[in-house]
Nanobody, 124 residues
């Protein structure tokens, strides 16, 4: 059983920064690849990237220069640092435990557990 709880969303002005957190717990939680997704209303959920148990990470090219995925293994917290946030970043952001760290477009296929999501609202 894996539990994921996100926090850190909120309102931010364009050009600002936010750091989202995802606390993961459960006996097997540390064995999973961990990923971040976002979903804009009316659109499909988009995988932003993942970080493997060994620390390797992969981030979607469209956000790679602004978003960073990291984790604190000891604290069991996954992070998504977002810089230079833009209006297009308006979305609900979710973390997930993945059964495989693979191609970013396939991320939804490998979700074991979802977090509840946290909303990011960008004002211009």
């Amino acid at each position: 059983q894996v539990q994921l709880v996100e926090s850190g969303g909120g309102s931010v002005q364009a050009g600002g920064s936010l750091r989202l957190s995802c606390v993961y717990s459960g006996d097997a939680a540390s064995t999973y690849c961990m990923g971040w997704f976002r979903q804009v209303p009316g659109n499909e959920r988009e995988g932003l990237g993942w970080i493997a148990t060994d620390g390797q990470s992969n981030t979607r090219q469209s956000v790679k220069d602004r978003f960073t995925i990291s984790k604190d293994t000891a604290k069991r917290i996954l992070y998504l640092k977002m810089n230079n946030i833009q209006p297009d970043d308006n979305a609900t952001y979710s973390c997930a435990a993945l059964t495989w760290c693979g191609h970013l477009s396939l991320m939804p296929n490998y979700v074991h557990t979802w977090g509840q999501g946290t909303v990011v609202t960008v004002s211009s």
